[in-house]
């Protein structure tokens, strides 16, 4: 099995999924209120429809991890998994995307929303 391998000084975790993907976030959240780094290490097991966390824990000063592809026989076990429905997202995906392109077709004026029935209505142009 080929995934993820990520290294500190106190421990490695080997991360993959038999289908699906893996995900490795370093984020900041910076405001008035807080300021803090986070690691996320998750993914979606698309065979088994699990969501998979292995790590998510926020980050102090001068941590320093090693991140490298490496070949393993099995991953570390996560610490949260979680069902997921696929169709569920599949859908939650489409819509998204048509209410984006929807919105990008309203504001280019081809598509023109009919306030009364909520519907859009498609602008024909010719000439």
Not at 74 to 102: C, W
Request: overall charge negative; proline content about 2%; charged content about 30%.
């Amino acid at each position: 099995m080929i995934g993820f391998e990520l290294k500190n000084v106190d421990k490695k975790i080997l991360v993959d999924v038999e289908e699906g993907n893996t995900t490795i976030i370093f984020s900041r959240v910076k405001n008035q209120n807080k300021d803090e780094i986070h690691l996320h290490i998750g993914g979606t097991d698309k065979a088994k429809s699990r969501s998979i966390t292995w790590i998510s824990e926020d980050l102090s000063i001068d941590d320093q991890f090693v991140i490298k592809d490496s070949d393993f026989s099995s991953p570390t076990p996560p610490i949260k998994e979680n069902d997921i429905k696929l169709t569920d997202l599949v859908i939650e995906g489409k819509l998204r995307a048509y209410f984006g392109l929807k919105k990008e077709l309203e504001e280019a004026g081809l598509i023109e929303k009919n306030c009364s029935a909520g519907r859009s209505q498609i602008m024909v142009w010719t000439g």
